[in-house]
């Protein structure tokens, strides 16, 4: 390594997200994918070990002056088991996915994939849909749950996991198990000090999940963007105005979906909700 201040991240797909986040404040760091230094794998698991063992060998060398170790929260923060070193960065919700159910992100999606100008987004949109979105995600809430109970306690007879892929919770018998255990997952959210609320969903669901959830909303959305054709004070469009039936500019595009939604919402790393990375990322490296 050289001596601009590194950044180890999990795998493959943080490189690009982090590297972005750095440039957006002109700072020069290097990111590394744990599993392409020598010796270790991809994982938190051996990003913790990885940073462990340069604090063993550093010796008075201060390691959180030169590296930061970023690892997805998951269920660490429930384990009891954040890892006390200065270099670690562990992130504020499950993983970094997590941090992209953001209002800008339909926003963003709006102006990307359909044909409607920026000036048919207003923020009284941006609010009224992602308000609607945001309470169709609860419906990851108790599954949720349900998989960091099993989480905690290996013997717990689980119905929900969270190795499961995301659109099982919509299929018997897991559908229907846990909704039988509503209230005792209530008890146990309780236990906890977990609340129905977005900020501890994305403690609680693994941001695969819940930004797959979102992306899918956002597409149901768009596919039938024409009813907001001239609302939240935008003018209607053209075809509208002139009642040109099946035509209107609010229109997703070809070829999109939720899949592209999903990827591409991570080229959108100026997102508040990144603030503290960049924050982290000003007290380790110099300007460029
Ligand atoms: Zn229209």
């Given at each position: 390594?050289?001596?601009?201040?590194?950044?180890?991240?999990?795998?493959?797909?943080?490189?690009?997200?982090?590297?972005?986040?750095?440039?957006?404040?002109?700072?020069?760091?290097?990111?590394?994918?744990?599993?392409?230094?020598?010796?270790?794998?991809?994982?938190?698991?051996?990003?913790?070990?990885?940073?462990k063992a340069l604090y063993a060998s550093a010796e008075s060398v201060l390691v959180e002056d030169f590296v930061i170790g970023i690892i997805d929260r998951d269920t660490r923060e429930f384990r009891g088991e954040l890892p006390v070193e200065k270099a670690f960065l562990v992130l504020n919700y499950y993983s970094v996915e997590s941090h992209f159910v953001d209002?800008?992100?339909?926003?963003?999606?709006?102006?990307?994939?359909?044909?409607?100008?920026?000036?048919?987004?207003?923020?009284?949109?941006?609010?009224?849909?992602?308000?609607?979105?945001?309470?169709?995600?609860?419906?990851?809430?108790?599954?949720?749950?349900?998989?960091?109970?099993?989480?905690?306690?290996?013997?717990?007879?689980?119905?929900?996991?969270?190795?499961?892929?995301?659109?099982?919770?919509?299929?018997?018998?897991?559908?229907?198990?846990?909704?039988?255990?509503?209230?005792?997952?209530?008890?146990?959210?309780?236990?906890?000090?977990?609340?129905?609320?977005?900020?501890?969903?994305?403690?609680?669901?693994?941001?695969?999940?819940?930004?797959?959830?979102?992306?899918?909303?956002?597409?149901?959305?768009?596919?039938?963007?024409?009813?907001?054709?001239?609302?939240?004070?935008?003018?209607?469009?053209?075809?509208?105005?002139?009642?040109?039936?099946?035509?209107?500019?609010?229109?997703?595009?070809?070829?999109?979906?939720?899949?592209?939604?999903?990827?591409?919402?991570?080229?959108?790393?100026?997102?508040?909700?990144?603030?503290?990375?960049?924050?982290?990322?000003?007290?380790?490296?110099?300007?460029?």
């Amino acid at each position: 390594m050289s001596s601009t201040p590194a950044v180890i991240v999990e795998g493959i797909n943080d490189i690009k997200i982090y590297n972005s986040i750095a440039k957006s404040i002109n700072r020069c760091v290097e990111v590394y994918a744990v599993e392409a230094i020598k010796g270790y794998s991809a994982g938190c698991g051996h990003v913790i070990n990885a940073v462990k063992a340069l604090y063993a060998s550093a010796e008075s060398v201060l390691v959180e002056d030169f590296v930061i170790g970023i690892i997805d929260r998951d269920t660490r923060e429930f384990r009891g088991e954040l890892p006390v070193e200065k270099a670690f960065l562990v992130l504020n919700y499950y993983s970094v996915e997590s941090h992209f159910v953001d209002p800008e992100i339909v926003r963003k999606s709006i102006s990307t994939y359909t044909l409607a100008g920026d000036d048919a987004v207003s923020e009284e949109m941006i609010d009224a849909l992602f308000s609607k979105i945001e309470q169709k995600l609860y419906d990851l809430y108790y599954f949720s749950l349900e998989s960091l109970r099993f989480a905690l306690d290996g013997n717990y007879n689980s119905d929900y996991r969270y190795s499961f892929a995301n659109n099982r919770r919509k299929q018997d018998p897991a559908m229907s198990n846990v909704r039988a255990k509503i209230h005792e997952l209530d008890s146990f959210a309780a236990s906890l000090n977990i609340r129905c609320s977005l900020s501890d969903l994305k403690k609680i669901s693994t941001g695969k999940w819940l930004l797959g959830a979102f992306s899918e909303e956002i597409y149901i959305l768009l596919t039938n963007f024409k009813i907001y054709c001239g609302k939240f004070g935008a003018k209607k469009c053209q075809y509208c105005k002139r009642e040109i039936l099946d035509t209107c500019t609010y229109k997703i595009k070809e070829g999109i979906s939720n899949k592209t939604i999903y990827s591409l919402a991570f080229e959108h790393t100026g997102l508040t909700s990144l603030d503290y990375v960049r924050d982290r990322f000003s007290s380790v490296s110099a300007v460029q």
